[in-house]
């Protein structure tokens, strides 16, 4: 089946200040109707009175001359070539330049697109090109020019595709005379075999049409979508064409009855707007008999409300929701926040008296522009606009240089081989959707949807993410795998170790390329035996090594005292079923427990103060006791929840007060992200602090985070705060609290 006769039907001429920018452009015009003619130095060549006519359309006083020359030299090189379909070859480069003539673009990507096959096809070289014609239309026509297969084989294409993804980093015209060159390929594909129509379709779905949607270039997109959906799908195809011709032959047009309404509302107000109807695409009717089921008349099309102003989009948009009835969920302010590819435009919805829901869309006619030809429409990106853009972060603030395109310019760096590339490129595209979340310091990054912290540390960090720690969202603490949405304010926690290693779980979570390309590249580049893997399953989130295991265990071993006041023994002196608290139940006093010789003072001869472990008080907190069995008064925090429960069971409060002494010993919980030699910085730290550790306890890592249990002796409680200071301050180390009890 041609392509060419699957071309849905375009919609009739558009009369007004909008024919030039139409409900949808019209690129079928050429075909056949670009024939050769004379070449009489003195004008222009009749074969590109097409394309001079559309150029100067958009721009009245260009220079055509460049044309002339470029036409002269691509009709003497493509000579006696024939396209497949039997025309001269030269009609290909006149449709192509048509193509981006219509979509406004400026002469010097007209002249290079008049020239894209000539060092491909002919005996022409880049240094002609250049010498004839400057080093910008040197680098376009370079730009597109495939690799040859004899040189790269079956990695011809995807180097060609990544050739040319670096050359739109620096020139984002080389992208659009691809588009508008696979847009007449497509057109005329119905000459090839339907195995190559299928091969060259499937690639255009996968990496031509997410380009167009990523550049902003819908008249290209929508037209590619249809191609590509007549030629893989084609039952389906016809179904949907059968589907448009039924609701044409419809004596009621809903459409047309709504906007004419809206034309009556917006007279009545003084709002000066044009509106006609868009009908859908073949794709899009196809979703929404999908998404819909029976397909109503107002379903085959939307509402284009074309207006002067940015202000007037609104205005339109409050006389609609006035006059008629809004369907209040189907609002979308992209005006006041464009989409990624630089759409603009506000879509609302009104609702009929039988049922029928019209989508309308409201834009300027400046905005309409840009939504059909998106970055062409944009101009020669090297022409400085009178006021230059300012840089974020060291970054040009170009629109033509998307976010998108520079991560994709970064992770192809890296990746390893063409195999690699091309798969990842499209899966890549395939997240046709972005979020902007925020930093703390004001900038941006701009994310795939889906993305998660790990993503946003490599986009922000590159490969100095390997030492990320995790992430606060919103405030808030967040490990590394939390998804992110548009809007979100993401810290990210880094460690200072140089040599930090990135985890393997980070895999699970990395959705964009350049994460996960980053991580297997080290992964690659770290072979771990299988020792080294079960040392690191042992050590949890914490990453040790091997020797730092050891080290750990030997630094833990003088650690552990004959008596250790471990915090859960005693977090709770509540009665149990015995009616006996934890310390009641416990042995006598030993007289070498230093917790029995807390500083604690208490109004009872012969009692023995003890500190509570779910609160470990020390001077100065405010504290309370209570008498418990065997002559022994429990010393709390006056907040601690364990004292609420005391009273409630009808336990004696005991007056008590601190003593002289100084000395202290203390509970303390922290929480940390895991990453390498932390256990031993943790407790060096503190123990220049002067701490003297009773007993350590680390829980086994949740969601990469790892919570420490530290119970220890202090020569001052004075010393407290600046102990906790300091274990905030390793690195990986987000919170320390003191203890309390599970309640608290």
């Avoid at 691809?178 to 779905?205: C, F, S, W, Y």
């Avoid at 170009?398 to 991560?407: A, I, K, N, V």
């Avoid at 540390?457 to 405030?475: F, I, S, T």
């Amino acid at each position: 089946m041609s392509a060419e006769a699957t071309n849905p039907a375009t919609p009739g001429p558009v009369t007004g200040a909008a024919a030039r920018w139409r409900a949808r452009i019209d690129l079928r015009r050429l075909g056949r109707a670009a024939l050769l003619g004379p070449t009489a130095r003195d004008r222009l060549p009749d074969a590109i009175g097409h394309v001079a006519e559309a150029h100067r359309a958009h721009h009245p006083d260009a220079d055509l001359e460049p044309l002339r020359r470029a036409w002269v030299l691509a009709e003497s090189s493509h000579r006696g070539q024939m396209r497949k379909s039997g025309e001269p070859y030269i009609t290909h480069p006149l449709a192509v330049t048509l193509i981006l003539a219509e979509l406004g673009a400026e002469t010097t990507t007209l002249t290079a697109s008049l020239l894209h096959d000539t060092v491909e096809d002919t005996e022409v070289t880049l240094d002609q090109v250049g010498e004839e014609f400057g080093a910008e239309v040197r680098f376009l026509v370079d730009g597109v020019t495939k690799l040859e297969k004899v040189d790269y084989g079956a990695a011809a294409e995807p180097e060609t595709f990544r050739k040319m993804l670096v050359a739109t980093g620096n020139d984002v015209r080389v992208m659009s005379i691809k588009l508008a060159d696979r847009l007449h390929n497509m057109r005329t594909l119905g000459v090839m075999r339907p195995e190559k129509q299928a091969r060259i379709a499937k690639v255009t779905r996968d990496v031509l049409i997410p380009l167009a949607e990523r550049l902003g270039v819908q008249a290209l997109k929508t037209e590619l979508e249809d191609l590509v959906f007549a030629i893989l799908h084609p039952e389906e195809y016809e179904h949907t064409r059968e589907l448009i011709v039924d609701n044409a032959s419809r004596a009621d047009d809903p459409l047309a009855e709504i906007a004419e309404e809206v034309r009556g509302v917006l007279r009545e107000a003084g709002i000066q707007a044009e509106v006609v109807i868009r009908p859908r695409h073949f794709v899009s009717v196809h979703r929404t008999a999908r998404k819909r089921g029976r397909l109503r008349g107002a379903d085959f099309g939307r509402l284009l409300v074309l207006v002067g102003e940015d202000a007037d989009c609104y205005g339109v948009l409050g006389e609609l929701h006035t006059c008629m009835t809004p369907v209040v969920s189907e609002f979308k302010d992209f005006i006041a926040v464009p989409k990624f590819n630089l759409y603009q435009s506000l879509h609302t919805a009104v609702a009929r008296g039988d049922g029928q829901v019209v989508e309308v869309l409201i834009r300027t006619h400046q905005m309409h522009k840009v939504a059909e030809a998106g970055v062409v429409a944009l101009g020669n990106p090297y022409v400085s606009p009178p006021e230059e853009p300012s840089a974020v972060d060291g970054e040009r603030v170009d629109p033509t240089r998307p976010g998108w395109l520079s991560r994709l310019l970064d992770w192809q760096a890296a990746a390893p081989d063409a195999d690699t590339f091309w798969s990842t490129l499209r899966e890549d595209l395939a997240q046709d959707r972005e979020i902007t979340v925020f930093r703390p310091d004001g900038g941006t990054l701009g994310l795939p949807e889906g993305a998660t912290c790990v993503d946003a540390a490599y986009a922000q960090y590159g490969e100095d993410a390997h030492a990320c720690l995790g992430a606060r969202v919103n405030g808030r603490l967040a490990t590394l795998s939390t998804v992110l949405k548009d809007g979100d304010t993401v810290q990210l926690l880094m460690g200072q170790d140089p040599a930090a290693e990135p985890s393997k779980e980070w895999l699970e979570h990395a959705h964009t390329p350049a994460a996960r390309i980053a991580i297997q590249r080290w992964i690659a580049t770290h072979p771990s035996p299988e020792v080294a893997q079960e040392t690191q399953e042992r050590s949890g989130a914490l990453g040790m090594p091997a020797e730092d295991m050891r080290t750990a265990r030997d630094e833990a071993k003088p650690l552990q005292p004959s008596v250790v006041a471990e915090p859960a023994a005693d977090v709770d002196d509540t009665p149990d079923s015995a009616g006996r608290t934890a310390a009641e139940s416990s042995a006598p006093d030993d007289p070498a427990d230093r917790s029995g010789t807390a500083n604690a003072l208490v109004d009872e001869p012969g009692a023995t103060v003890r500190l509570a472990g779910c609160c470990t008080p020390v001077p100065p907190d405010e504290i309370t006791g209570f008498a418990v069995r065997g002559g022994v008064v429990t010393v709390h925090r006056v907040e601690c929840a364990a004292v609420a429960r005391m009273k409630g069971v009808g336990r004696r409060e005991v007056g008590v007060r601190w003593g002289d002494s100084a000395e202290c010993r203390v509970t303390l919980f922290a929480e940390s992200f895991g990453r390498p030699h932390l256990l031993a910085d943790l407790t060096e730290a503190m123990a220049v602090e002067g701490a003297e550790i009773v007993s350590a306890t680390v829980e086994p890592p949740s969601q990469q985070r790892v919570r420490h249990t530290y119970t220890v002796q202090l020569p001052d409680a004075a010393l407290l705060p600046s102990l906790m200071r300091a274990m905030r301050n390793v690195a990986g180390v987000y919170d320390v609290s003191r203890a309390q009890t599970p309640g608290a």
